[in-house]
């Protein structure tokens, strides 16, 4: 789908840790001292999706292909980012290209892991952040409006364009994010949005990083932080990040049996993954066959035809009907035959929007 997560944050709050995890592989660095981590790194990341082992069950397919999303390990911001203090501007640059920003805080005290403000203080932290952000946001802007004051001499639109962006101007100066302007609905500023990607308007995940003990009974940091998000109307997840390496080097049973024994129903990471992919606006869709079962990536509210060119454009141009059964008729009925005896098999047009877990077949003609 080409939509991608960022992992931000200062130096040394787990980051890098964390996309090791998340990636199951220890390829990016995970060094304490800032600046670790220069060039991103990259990866697709499948997302858990217990219904896919249902289907297994029932089909017994050749394999199985699960819906991803592509994960974004940037480099550690300091303050003076925006300005290109800690290679920030390309650090930020590198934001400004992924669509939800996971946001890691630290949450724990452990003196053998240096923090590059000096003492544990998670609302700082998200503050330094939060302004380098809204700060680059700021200069690109600017940049903008000076374009749109020359344009706006002869061209009526730009000059609708212009009275946001000067408005939008005033708001970022008081180092409040894009994200609690009060046009966001206007079309002009979702023109500027479109095209300048501003990095305060971006959706927010918090990550709270903590120790072991704080994975059981919120911390104080913690308790802060979910208060703030709450007020920011952000959502947290709490992760210790250092465990969640531990877990994916176990087998599947193993892991479970010591989450059991930690007292945690579900991991972080499958939290992290999940709630990415739904900030994404993004849902699963599946086919079941002999050869495979497939859970294929589309966005929310997309139509039947739309959703078919993600297997192939030629679905979408022949497009005839889709044959759809749901996720829980396609279990509770053991299969397509059983769905299909028990009515539950619907024929679906051009209109039809997609709903996250239905069993699809698509009829074409090229």
């Not at 500023?189 to 095209?195: D, M, V």
């Not at 129903?265 to 994404?280: A, N, P």
């Amino acid at each position: 789908m080409g939509l991608g997560v960022g992992l931000v944050g200062l130096p040394n709050v787990g980051k890098s840790t964390t996309f090791n995890a998340l990636t199951k592989a220890q390829n990016a660095a995970a060094e304490n001292y800032p600046f670790c981590t220069i060039e991103p790194n990259k990866a697709i990341v499948a997302v858990p999706d217990a219904r896919l082992k249902e289907l297994e069950k029932i089909v017994n397919p050749q394999r199985v292909q699960y819906s991803t999303i592509d994960f974004v390990d940037i480099a550690g911001l300091v303050k003076g980012a925006s300005k290109g203090e800690g290679l920030g501007n390309q650090f930020l640059s590198n934001i400004r290209e992924v669509e939800v920003i996971f946001h890691m805080v630290r949450c724990f005290e452990d003196e053998n892991i240096t923090h590059v403000e000096g003492e544990i203080d998670p609302l700082r932290d998200i503050e330094i952040i939060e302004a380098e952000l809204i700060l680059s946001d700021v200069e690109q802007l600017n940049r903008k409006i000076e374009r749109l004051t020359k344009q706006a001499k002869a061209d009526k639109k730009a000059k609708e364009v212009l009275e946001v962006a000067k408005k939008l101007a005033l708001h970022l100066d008081e180092l409040k994010p894009a994200s609690s302007f009060e046009d966001r609905n206007d079309l002009s500023f979702i023109a500027l949005n479109k095209e300048l990607r501003f990095l305060s308007n971006k959706t927010v995940i918090y990550g709270a990083n903590v120790d072991e003990d704080g994975l059981l009974e919120d911390n104080e940091y913690v308790i802060k932080l979910k208060e703030h998000a709450k007020n920011s109307n952000f959502e947290v997840i709490k992760i210790c990040a250092k465990i969640e390496e531990e877990i994916v080097a176990l087998e599947e049973d193993e892991a479970k049996e010591f989450l059991n024994e930690l007292g945690i129903k579900e991991s972080g990471l499958d939290q992290i993954i999940q709630k990415s992919f739904e900030k994404l606006g993004l849902i699963s869709y599946f086919t079941a066959g002999v050869k495979e079962v497939r859970a294929w990536t589309i966005k929310k509210g997309w139509k039947a035809p739309k959703a078919a060119s993600v297997i192939h454009n030629d679905f979408e141009k022949g497009f005839i009907r889709a044959e759809v059964i749901s996720y829980e008729d396609f279990v509770n009925f053991s299969g397509e035959s059983g769905a299909k005896e028990a009515g539950k098999m619907r024929l679906e047009g051009k209109e039809y929007i997609v709903q996250d877990g239905d069993v699809m077949h698509f009829r074409f003609n090229v």
